[in-house]
């Protein structure tokens, strides 16, 4: 097992993390320990897609990292649409629509790793950590910058929309 290439892979992988984690804490009220929320759900759903590799290769045989690009984008309107009305409050859908894009890559990540490296443990725990890291780099990064809350809105579609076009280009 080459275990710099799993590592490799989980940094890649959780680089869409880095901009959620921007994206989310633009949001009034988005608190560190949701990032420790979020990284635990994608740690529970890497374990299950762990033990289901073998089973979950047999119906993944389309490109659906066109699909999660789409999500990024559609998630990026929608923070472009909202509506402030004069409040600053967390949008716990966008919390979950996110979080659910980045199953749907841990879950890849986890099952492409599991078939190429064998079945290992090690596996969905670094996935789920490199996401984690990556959120945290995101929440602080964002402390520095200082604008106001509609320059909010389009830092946070804006670093969604390049996820997307990350995606897209096969990068990540």
């Known amino acids: 097992m080459n275990?710099?290439?799993?590592?490799?892979t989980a940094i890649l992988v959780s680089l869409e993390a880095l901009?959620?984690?921007?994206?989310?804490?633009?949001q009034q009220?988005?608190?560190?320990?949701?990032?420790?929320?979020?990284?635990?759900?994608?740690?529970?759903?890497s374990i299950i897609a762990f033990f289901a590799s073998r089973v979950l290769t047999k119906f993944i045989d389309f490109e659906i990292s066109w699909l999660i690009g789409c999500a990024f984008i559609l998630l990026g309107i929608m923070t472009l649409l909202s509506k402030d009305e004069g409040k600053t409050n967390l949008n716990?859908?966008?919390?979950?629509?996110?979080?659910?894009?980045?199953?749907?890559?841990?879950?890849l990540a986890t099952?492409?790793?599991?078939?190429?490296?064998?079945?290992?443990?090690?596996?969905?725990i670094t996935v789920s950590l490199g996401?984690?890291?990556?959120?945290?780099?995101?929440?602080?990064?964002?402390?520095?910058?200082?604008?106001?809350?509609k320059a909010h809105k389009i830092i946070s579609a804006s670093c969604?929309?390049?996820v997307a076009a990350l995606i897209f280009a096969g990068i990540i």
């Open 3 to 8: 275990y710099i290439s799993i590592f490799t």
């Open 19 to 26: 901009f959620v984690g921007i994206s989310l804490r633009l």
């Open 29 to 45: 009220g988005f608190k560190l320990a949701f990032t420790f929320l979020i990284s635990g759900f994608l740690l529970v759903m």
């Open 92 to 107: 716990i859908g966008t919390i979950i629509v996110a979080s659910l894009i980045m199953a749907i890559d841990c879950v």
């Open 111 to 124: 099952i492409a790793l599991t078939i190429s490296h064998g079945e290992k443990l090690l596996i969905p």
């Open 131 to 149: 996401h984690l890291a990556m959120l945290i780099i995101g929440y602080y990064s964002i402390k520095i910058i200082k604008t106001s809350r």
């Open 160 to 162: 969604l929309f390049f």
